[in-house]
């Protein structure tokens, strides 16, 4: 039977993992076997830029806290997974998919976004949105179009008017 030591570690993880998992806005699950050291400390630095961390639990202790909190991803919990809880709802869904586009080993599997269990689908979706920058830098693309063109319609009056005096 374990000691009551090894218990209390195990107890003190899982409370960690629960802590996590309700304190980030989005929580990837993805497999990395085969991936270097190097590998994946290049992921913690990316997803360090983003306020996002990267851990690596046993399986059982992970299940004990997703039980914990009624969510049911036992069938994805199988062999080498690492997870990454993201305070931001899109930059670490968006780091850790450029890296696996870059690194073939890294497999998202499934994920978490505001409580929700999301399918691999909505992952590459969320992926796929353009930064805060890309969309304000779009949205007033679409204004100057706007105003370029209430800028030649004004001049047009103005000139019409000119050729009636």
């Known amino acids: 039977m374990a000691s009551e030591k090894i218990l209390n ?3 003190e993880t899982v409370a960690e993992i629960t802590n996590k998992l309700k304190n980030s ?5 993805f ?3 085969e991936s270097t050291v190097a590998d994946m400390q290049e992921l913690r630095r990316e997803l360090k830029k983003v306020d996002s961390e990267l851990k690596v639990y046993k ?12 969510i049911d991803l036992s069938s994805f919990l199988e062999g080498p997974n690492a997870i990454v809880f993201g305070k931001e709802l899109l930059e670490p869904i968006k780091a850790l998919d450029s890296f696996a586009k ?9 994920g978490i976004v505001n409580g929700e269990v999301v399918t691999l689908d909505a992952i590459k979706n969320y992926a796929s949105i353009p930064s805060m920058e890309g969309l304000l830098t779009m949205f007033a693309g679409g204004l100057i179009e706007h105003v370029k063109n209430l800028s030649i319609a004004l001049n047009l009056y103005a000139d019409q008017l000119g050729d009636q005096n």
């Open 9 to 11: 570690a195990k107890r």
């Open 25 to 29: 806005q989005s929580v990837i699950l």
């Open 31 to 33: 497999r990395y076997a």
């Open 59 to 70: 399986n059982t202790l992970v299940k004990r806290a997703l039980d914990d909190m009624n």
């Open 102 to 110: 870059e690194h073939k080993n890294v497999e998202v599997i499934t």
